[in-house]
């Protein structure tokens, strides 16, 4: 079966420090590709999206991602976080252009001043 | 923003109660979904609709029942609900079902 792997279910950073948050899927058609963040008590806001084109996207509130086919992943990155991405952070893949997307377990951000 | 409104945001019942979640969107969108998300649990997609037909449906417990009357409104009927379906219940909606999905911010339920 199709999956989606977010390995870590908490992150913890300093204030300013940089990020990389991993997401790994099982191997399939042309992945869609989507990161989502969910602050509390709010749903889940989409921060970018990989279609086609260049492996390398950016996102919303400094955020970028790249795709690696090879390893099959497509990490979340941000090179200085912010007291305020404090979150749940969402992988999300769908396999070719009829299939729903697959969420990640999610992992949770806790960032330190 | 979310452009995606679900009410109530709050909702306690007993398990012999009838209820029902609402949500509604206005992005024109064809799209729409329910997920249920626990504690420590992944997101469960529950029902999805494409063009006002149910075109998923996850194994999902008789005792809720969803509606989509139009392409705007999607409906979760609840009816002799356990304690175990205590959870945020989240609505979304998108152009197509591959694209990205907008949220809305969820109804809590606590069933007693």
């Known amino acids: 079966a199709q999956s989606v792997t977010q390995p870590d279910i908490h992150i913890t950073v300093s204030e300013g420090a940089s990020l990389e948050l991993r997401c790994n899927y099982s191997y399939g058609a042309t992945p869609y590709l989507f990161w989502y963040v969910q602050s509390p008590g709010q749903g889940l806001q989409l921060l970018l999206k990989?279609?086609?084109?260049?492996?390398l996207v950016q996102g919303i509130k400094g955020f970028e991602a790249e795709f690696k086919r090879s390893q099959s992943s497509f990490n979340l990155r941000k090179p200085s976080v912010h007291w305020s991405d404090a979150a749940e952070y969402f992988c999300?893949?769908?396999?070719?252009?009829?299939?729903?997307?697959?969420f990640g377990r999610g992992t949770s951000l806790i960032v330190h001043p | 923003e979310t452009g995606v409104t679900q009410t109530p945001r709050h909702l306690v019942m007993g398990m012999t109660n009838k209820k029902s979640l609402k949500c509604e969107q206005h992005l024109g969108h064809n799209a729409m979904y329910w997920y249920k998300q626990s504690a420590k649990k992944p997101l469960e997609l529950m029902f999805v609709?494409?063009?006002?037909?149910?075109?998923e449906n996850n194994s999902v417990p008789s005792r809720f029942s969803p509606e989509c009357p139009n392409s705007s409104h999607l409906f979760l009927h609840l009816h002799t609900l356990q304690p175990e379906d205590s959870a945020l219940y989240l609505c979304?909606?998108?152009?197509?079902?591959?694209?990205?999905?907008?949220f809305g911010d969820g109804t809590r339920l606590s069933i007693l």
């Open positions: 979304a909606s998108s152009q197509d079902i591959n694209q990205p999905q907008h």
């Open positions: 999300a893949v769908a396999w070719g252009g009829s299939y729903i997307p697959t």
């Open positions: 990989y279609f086609s084109g260049d492996t």
């Open positions: 609709y494409s063009l006002e037909e149910r075109v």
